[in-house]
């Protein structure tokens, strides 16, 4: 293959060693000439099964639920960071997610509906399936 000076591509310097000439490629390329961009993604910049976009010149990655971060790096204690049990509910982080143990009296997956009794709901006229009714009172 002939090679002269001028053949590196995209800014790349030519370099002229001992009997040999070669491109010194500049940031972002690779390849004899220079001639082959280098992806941010092609390297898998993004930790714990992040989905990589290239975005011109760098990436961004699309971490999964329960990571945060530019390369989805950090674990979110979601129990101390949202706080998401509410109504006097204790918080348990369980892997990347939360459990919510609830208070007495609530229900729900963050503990925010209220359980009523039969004999609560047939004060406010409302009506019951099971020993507990879960939701509102609703008026017949």
Not at 10 to 18: E, I, L, N
Not at 19 to 28: E, K, R
Not at 64 to 81: K, L, V
Not at 83 to 101: I, K, L, M, S, W
Request: hydrophobic fraction near 30%; aromatic fraction near 12%.
């Amino acid at each position: 293959m002939y090679f002269v000076c001028s053949s590196c591509l995209h800014g790349g310097t030519c370099v002229d060693g001992v009997n040999s000439i070669h491109c010194q490629c500049a940031s972002g390329f690779r390849g004899s000439n220079c001639q082959h961009r280098i992806h941010p993604c092609d390297v898998n910049p993004c930790l714990n099964d992040g989905v990589c976009d290239n975005d011109a010149d760098s990436f961004r990655c699309h971490c999964p639920f329960g990571f945060a971060g530019q390369r989805c790096e950090s674990f979110i204690d979601w129990c101390h960071w949202k706080r998401p049990c509410a109504n006097g509910a204790t918080c348990h982080q369980v892997a990347n997610e939360f459990h919510c143990t609830c208070a007495a009296g609530w229900t729900g997956p963050t503990c925010d509906v209220r359980m009523w009794s039969c004999n609560d709901t047939a004060l406010h006229k409302g009506w019951c399936l099971r020993w507990w009714f879960v939701s509102r009172a609703e008026t017949l």
